[in-house]
Structures are given as structure tokens and as C-alpha cells.
């Protein structure tokens, strides 16, 4: 598609969904219907299809012709879907027209600060093409699952997803005394000052400690300033403690807008609009259509588990080896 190399092209799915509703609604009709109960149904489909027709060709109203679009995003800790959805948000913005609704279905317990902000920086790039923006959360849109949600002009959610958590986070294991009691020296060179505060296998002082704390500090004020931009309605004070919320207490809080699932909504536009699902994928090599890269996929995680295994059951062996050379050497 636009923005991917030949290398690792891509393949972008379009689907109607009101073609898809109607097709399942009517195979379920024909299995309970009888011959005779078949043909009248095929007259009332059609007498049905041409007076919406006729309807759509009367109506003045510039509503009954907006188009809307779905899009998914299922977020992991990297914010990795942002890869195609910038993909597909550039297809629609060179295609739709102004007024023009997209339903984002979002589902992200948040994770990287920069993945996720350049996820939500693609979600305002529809905005400012004149587009509607919803979201619908069906589970969670938590942290910065919500830093994305906050940008469209309405969001729903589910009566029990969870919302929110507006607050940052940063967890890393320390090394330095394990290293220490087995004389092993960890050496770190930088240039400048705060190159780097805390680390992994250093010793964290009070000084690295209180310079790390302020820049998540910095980090959760960025992130409020940009909840507050696209929903000032919104309590700050109340809501801006990392906490979260289910769909019932969100909504009572200003978080989101209304109380409804994505199925139920789409199944309403779809009443006056026609709603087109996109889905892009990487596109898959001769070797994955042929199954040639799972088997060689499996063949290789099978020998990286083996070799963990290994090296795991042979690790204590190992460290005690290495206690003991080191008493030896002293």
C-alpha cells in the first residue's frame, strides 16, 4: 500500500457490511421458511429493497448519503497495529468525503508511550480531514488505549468495559546486587548528564531515582494536557489518578458518551447508511501460502524452547561453577 516498501507490501480488504447483514438475514429466513412461505419472503426482499430505493433517490437529506467505515485496533504494549492503521486512515482520507463517519472498535490495554502516541496522532489526521470520528470499546480502553479514544468526537463503550487509567507507569528488575555477589563488575559510560537515570544492572542512587520520577511526572502531564484538548469537559482532578473505570461509572464521569455495544451501533447505521469494514494485512509470501514458513517457523521456536530448556536446567550448575572459580581465583 502507500507507505510500505516492495519488500513488505500490503493488502488492504474491504468489506460491505450491509451486502454481509443482508445475506445471513435472509439464509436464516429461507431455513425456517417453507416453499410457499420462500416465495413470499423473496417478494417482500424485493418490494422491501426497491422502496429504499425509491426513498434514497427522494430524500434531500446530505445524511442519508454519508458513508461510514470501520476500522479495528487491537493494541499490544508496542501499539504495533498503528503499522496498518496509518495505512488504512490514509486510504480513507484520499477517499471519503467530509462528513463521512469512521468507527474505530478499540481495544488496547495500553502500553509504550511513543507507540501509542503516534497511534493517537493518526486518529486526529481523520479529524482534521473533516471526517466523524467514533470509537467504540467493546473490552478496554485503558491508559493509552483511552490517550486514543480521547480524540473522537464521540465515544462508546460496553456496560462493563473498562476505561480510563490516565496515569503512567515504569517497572525494571535491578541486577547490582546479584552481580556484586558473584564479582562481577558492570560498567556504564555516558555523555551528558541524564544520558541515563536508573538502570538494570547499575546501582540506582536517591539522585537517579528522583530524576526518573520526573520525567514520568512530565510524561502524565503531556498526557493530560492532551486528554484535556480533546475532552475539557472532563474533571481532571478526578479522573487523571491512574485509575479506571467500568462503562457505567466512565460514563457518569464524562469519560465516554454513551453506553452501547459496537455491534448495536453498527447495526443502526446500517439502518440509513452503507458501512464498509477495512482490513489490511501484510501480505502473505508463496512460502506462507504454501504452509512452508509455519513449518519452518515451528521447526525453529521447537529449537529455540529446546535450547532455553537446556540452558535453563543447566544454569544453576553453571553459577555455582562460576562461585566456585571465582573463590578459587581470590
Known amino acids: 500500500m502507500l507507505f510500505h516498501p516492495p519488500k513488505n507490501p500490503v493488502e488492504l480488504k474491504v468489506?460491505?457490511?450491509?451486502?454481509?447483514?443482508?445475506?445471513?438475514?435472509?439464509?436464516?429466513?429461507?431455513?425456517?421458511?417453507?416453499?410457499?412461505?420462500?416465495?413470499?419472503?423473496?417478494?417482500?426482499?424485493?418490494?422491501?429493497?426497491?422502496?429504499?430505493?425509491?426513498?434514497?433517490?427522494r430524500s434531500k437529506d446530505s445524511d442519508k448519503d454519508?458513508?461510514?467505515?470501520?476500522?479495528?485496533?487491537?493494541?499490544?504494549?508496542?501499539?504495533?497495529?498503528?503499522?496498518?492503521?496509518?495505512?488504512?486512515?490514509?486510504?480513507?482520507?484520499?477517499?471519503?468525503?467530509?462528513g463521512d463517519e469512521v468507527v474505530v472498535r478499540l481495544e488496547s490495554g495500553g502500553g509504550l508511550v511513543h507507540g501509542y502516541g503516534l497511534a493517537a496522532a493518526q486518529l486526529v489526521r481523520l479529524k482534521e480531514s473533516g471526517l466523524t470520528l467514533t470509537v467504540c470499546v467493546d473490552k478496554i480502553a485503558a491508559s493509552g488505549g483511552y490517550m486514543m479514544a480521547c480524540v473522537a468526537d464521540n465515544i462508546l463503550a460496553a456496560p462493563f468495559a473498562v476505561i480510563?487509567?490516565?496515569?503512567?507507569?515504569?517497572?525494571?528488575?535491578?541486577?547490582?546486587?546479584?552481580?556484586?555477589?558473584?564479582?562481577?563488575?558492570?560498567e556504564m559510560f555516558t555523555a551528558g548528564d541524564y544520558k541515563r537515570t536508573v538502570t538494570v544492572f547499575g546501582e540506582n542512587d536517591d539522585k537517579d531515582r528522583a530524576k526518573y520520577k520526573e520525567e514520568l511526572e512530565q510524561t502524565h502531564t503531556l498526557f493530560k494536557h492532551f486528554v484535556n484538548t480533546y475532552r475539557p469537559k472532563l474533571e481532571l482532578d478526578k479522573v487523571a489518578n491512574g485509575d479506571h473505570w467500568y462503562g457505567e461509572d466512565a460514563l457518569h464521569l464524562n469519560l465516554v458518551d454513551e453506553l452501547k455495544t459496537s455491534d448495536a451501533y453498527l447495526l443502526e447505521l446500517m439502518e440509513d447508511h452503507e458501512v464498509?469494514?477495512?482490513?489490511?494485512?501484510?501480505k502473505p509470501t508463496l512460502a506462507e501460502k504454501l504452509g512452508f514458513a509455519g513449518a519452518a517457523q515451528t521447526a525453529v521456536n521447537t529449537l529455540v524452547n529446546s535450547t532455553i530448556t537446556s540452558a535453563a536446567q543447566k544454569l544453576?550448575?553453571?553459577?555455582?561453577?562460576?562461585?566456585?572459580?571465582?573463590r578459587f581465583s581470590r
Do not use: C
Open 164 to 186: 480510563g487509567s490516565i496515569g503512567v507507569v515504569s517497572q525494571l528488575p535491578n541486577f547490582h546486587k546479584w552481580l556484586k555477589n558473584h564479582d562481577i563488575d558492570y
Open 316 to 326: 544453576p550448575e553453571l553459577m555455582a561453577q562460576l562461585d566456585s572459580d571465582s
Open 15 to 57: 468489506i460491505h457490511l450491509n451486502k454481509n447483514q443482508a445475506q445471513r438475514r435472509k439464509d436464516l429466513l429461507e431455513a425456517m421458511s417453507d416453499k410457499h412461505g420462500l416465495k413470499q419472503l423473496k417478494k417482500r426482499l424485493a418490494k422491501k429493497a426497491k422502496k429504499a430505493l425509491k426513498d434514497k433517490a
Open 66 to 98: 454519508k458513508r461510514v467505515f470501520v476500522l479495528d485496533f487491537d493494541g499490544d504494549l508496542k501499539a504495533s497495529g498503528v503499522k496498518h492503521l496509518r495505512e488504512e486512515i490514509s486510504t480513507l482520507i484520499s477517499t471519503a468525503n467530509k
Open 276 to 282: 464498509y469494514a477495512l482490513h489490511s494485512r501484510q
